[in-house]
């Protein structure tokens, strides 16, 4: 049963095993999640449909993180929320500059991800449920 959200997670992130972890953590939590491997992708999909949420590493090939935060921003306005997660030193800086929810650094908690997922949804935390089954990437 899916989590109320209206419409899907956007993962954001150029490393393949961490995009797949991140989409099976969210998926197990009920969430739907769709990835993109870099920011050209991200913006062709936040096109077909708005996410309910992003979650965004700065880091990206092609177009750069912030610069998929604005050009989704342009299309869909301040409604999404947006997570960062980089291994970036600066990452209050990034996260601040994009106006993020929420940020991650790099490596963090699969619960820390649930829970700053939920949170920019203002959805109730999910007590009922197990954390995720990999605690790190």
């Not at 797949?20 to 999909?45: K, N, S, T, W, Y």
Request: proline share 8%.
């Amino acid at each position: 049963m899916g989590v109320s959200a209206k419409g899907p997670i956007l993962i954001v992130e150029d490393d393949p095993s961490i995009r797949q972890l991140l989409r099976d953590a969210l998926e197990q939590e009920g969430f739907e999640p769709v990835a993109a491997c870099d920011g050209a992708e991200a913006i062709a999909i936040s096109d077909r449909q708005r996410p309910a949420a992003v979650v965004l590493d700065m880091g990206l090939p092609l177009i750069d993180g912030a610069s998929v935060a604005d050009r989704i921003r342009d299309r869909h306005g301040d409604v999404v929320p947006f997570i960062v997660v980089t291994a970036s030193r600066r990452i209050e800086e990034a996260a601040s500059r994009i106006r993020a929810a929420r940020y991650l650094a790099k490596p963090f908690d699969i619960a820390d991800l649930i829970s700053a997922v939920r949170s920019a949804l203002e959805l109730p935390p999910d007590t009922a449920r197990e954390p995720a089954t990999s605690p790190f990437f």
